[in-house]
């Protein structure tokens, strides 16, 4: 698994890093401190089209990916992952809002009517 970072923010790469705060090697966000691969990060661009809306990707992955862990508390130490999830989540909402749905069809889609009386207009917008 490469793991490349440059903080000149050249490449479609390290802007996701960057804006993932995944720049550290061995200390990424994913669960068991683990790194998303440059090859991942490069599939993510080529499947959404831009560097933000893999960003936006990146972050559903992050929220999948934490979904999955249980909340725990061992003494006074509390690890709450599910919350962990829930803001990884929100920030994906917020950035597909920004930048526009996946070009691979996830993310929300709103279909237009074809009831006969509108054509034009989003279901959301009803």
Same mark, same amino acid.
């Given at each position: 698994?490469?793991?490349?970072?440059?903080?000149?923010?050249?490449?479609?790469?390290?802007?996701?890093?960057?804006?993932?705060?995944?720049?550290?090697?061995?200390?990424?966000p994913l669960p068991d401190d683990a790194n998303f691969s440059?090859?991942?990060?490069?599939?993510?661009?080529?499947?959404?089209?831009?560097?933000?809306k893999a960003l936006a990707a990146a972050c559903e992955a992050?929220?999948?990916? @934490? *979904?999955?862990? +249980?909340?725990?508390?061992?003494?006074?130490?509390?690890?709450? %992952? /599910?919350?962990?999830?829930? !803001? @990884? *989540?929100?920030? +994906?909402?917020?950035?597909?809002?920004?930048?526009?749905?996946? %070009? /691979?069809?996830?993310?929300? !889609?709103?279909?237009?009517? +074809?009831d006969g009386y509108s054509d034009d207009v989003a279901s959301?917008?009803?």
């Amino acid at each position: 698994m490469a793991f490349t970072y440059s903080d000149t923010l050249a490449t479609d790469r390290d802007k996701v890093r960057f804006y993932l705060q995944d720049v550290t090697e061995d200390s990424g966000p994913l669960p068991d401190d683990a790194n998303f691969s440059d090859n991942e990060i490069a599939g993510l661009v080529t499947a959404e089209g831009s560097w933000q809306k893999a960003l936006a990707a990146a972050c559903e992955a992050l929220a999948s990916a @934490w *979904a999955g862990y +249980a909340d725990w508390q061992a003494g006074p130490r509390r690890e709450n %992952a /599910s919350q962990i999830s829930a !803001r @990884w *989540a929100q920030k +994906a909402k917020e950035l597909r809002d920004q930048y526009g749905a996946s %070009a /691979s069809g996830t993310g929300t !889609r709103h279909p237009t009517r +074809a009831d006969g009386y509108s054509d034009d207009v989003a279901s959301d917008e009803v």
